[in-house]
């Protein structure tokens, strides 16, 4: 059974960093490539960065090029997400997704990031 | 960025209608398009890719169909457990882009 859990959410002030996680499970990661999206508190689902296989290629939404970094540690089935300069508008629950042809076939239940003073 | 508009922000369907949901794109994406459904407090569910491809698991009154800059979402026949916010998502060009969503809701 593939699982994705995410863990290193909470509440950081403006400014501040964070560290996502992602452990995987039950499927050949390293065969995958991994992304993360998040969804503001009611709102919509916003794409924010993904990272092939062998982490060749990544890729970032523009609203956190420059600020938050992906990376992967096939040997340990995990999936990170470095957030730095954070700001109240990324407040939101991140989630994990495998990738399937660029759409996303498996989800965790999703952390929740803070940003507030 | 290719811009996903989803019609309508909110449907309002009796359990055992059909259920058209629309998602139009800025320019065209060719047939790189999924559906996803989204329950509260849940994790998005994976309905169809490649515009009108069921993922695995996902029953056959969903539908999907489309291509270039208009597709649609059909859900045969409601059952209470599809009441739920549907979103479109691009897969052609990056950014990755997703739709603002419809909810589907009890008449």
């Known amino acids: 059974e593939v699982q994705l859990v995410e863990s290193g959410g909470g509440l950081v002030k403006p400014g501040g960093s964070l560290r996502l996680s992602c452990a995987a499970s039950?499927?050949?990661?390293?065969?995958?490539?991994m992304n993360w999206v998040r969804q503001a508190p009611g709102k919509g689902l916003e794409w924010v960065s993904s990272?092939?296989?062998?982490?060749?290629?990544?890729y970032y939404a523009d609203s956190v090029k420059g600020r938050f970094t992906i990376s992967r540690d096939n040997a340990k089935n995990s999936l990170y997400l470095q957030m730095n300069s954070l700001r109240a508008e990324d407040t939101a629950v991140y989630y994990c997704?495998?990738?399937?042809?660029?759409?996303?076939?498996?989800w965790g239940q999703g952390t929740l990031v803070t940003v507030s003073s | 960025e290719i811009v996903m508009t989803q019609s309508p922000a909110t449907l309002s369907v009796s359990p055992g209608e059909r259920a058209t949901l629309s998602c139009r794109a800025s320019?065209?994406?060719?047939?790189?398009l999924a559906w996803y459904q989204q329950k509260p407090g849940q994790a998005p569910r994976l309905l169809i890719y490649?515009?009108?491809t069921r993922a695995t698991g996902i029953p056959a009154r969903f539908s999907g169909s489309g291509s270039g800059t208009e597709f649609t979402l059909t859900i045969s026949s409601l059952q209470s457990e599809d009441f739920a916010v549907y979103y479109c998502?691009?897969?052609?060009?990056?950014?990755?882009?997703f739709g603002q969503g419809t909810r589907l809701e009890i008449k």
């Open positions: 039950g499927f050949t990661f390293s065969s995958y490539s």
């Open positions: 998502q691009q897969y052609n060009n990056w950014p990755i882009t």
């Open positions: 490649g515009a009108s």
């Open positions: 990272i092939s296989s062998s982490s060749s290629y990544i």
């Open positions: 997704a495998r990738a399937y042809l660029k759409t996303f076939d498996y």
């Open positions: 320019q065209s994406v060719s047939s790189n």
